[in-house]
């Protein structure tokens, strides 16, 4: 499977943008699929993860600002980003967790301005 992810921009703190990852192809309700960011000089780190059944997983410091989220239809994954800060500047990657194999987006750049 391919997973395309978009969305990523240039926003200035306290705003607002949305993420997509799209999969070329239908991905089961009970895979888990979420969310990665890489800053600068800094090591890949969990945001949020999501699948059928269950709550979905927040990292501490976007819990009540970032909702995750999937439409199983659009083969599609989502990233709802509030109240953003500067130290959420990272380059964001979704992933798909398919028979313990990790496929991973190609990113795209988040870039929160003070």
């Known amino acids: 499977v391919q997973l395309q992810a978009s969305g990523g921009g240039l926003v200035q703190a306290g705003g607002s943008l949305r993420l997509s990852c799209a999969a070329s192809?239908?991905?089961?309700?009970?895979?888990?699929m979420g969310w990665y960011r890489q800053a600068p000089g800094k090591q890949r780190e969990f945001v949020a993860s999501?699948?059928?059944?269950?709550?979905?997983n927040y990292l501490g410091s976007v819990q009540g600002r970032f909702t995750i989220s999937r439409d199983n239809a659009k083969n599609a994954l989502y990233l709802q980003m509030n109240s953003l800060k500067p130290e959420d500047t990272a380059i964001y990657y979704c992933?798909?967790?398919?028979?313990?194999?990790?496929?991973w987006g190609q990113g795209t750049l988040v870039t929160v301005s003070s």
């Open positions: 192809r239908t991905i089961h309700s009970s895979v888990v």
């Open positions: 999501i699948r059928s059944g269950r709550d979905p």
């Open positions: 992933k798909a967790k398919i028979e313990s194999v990790d496929y």
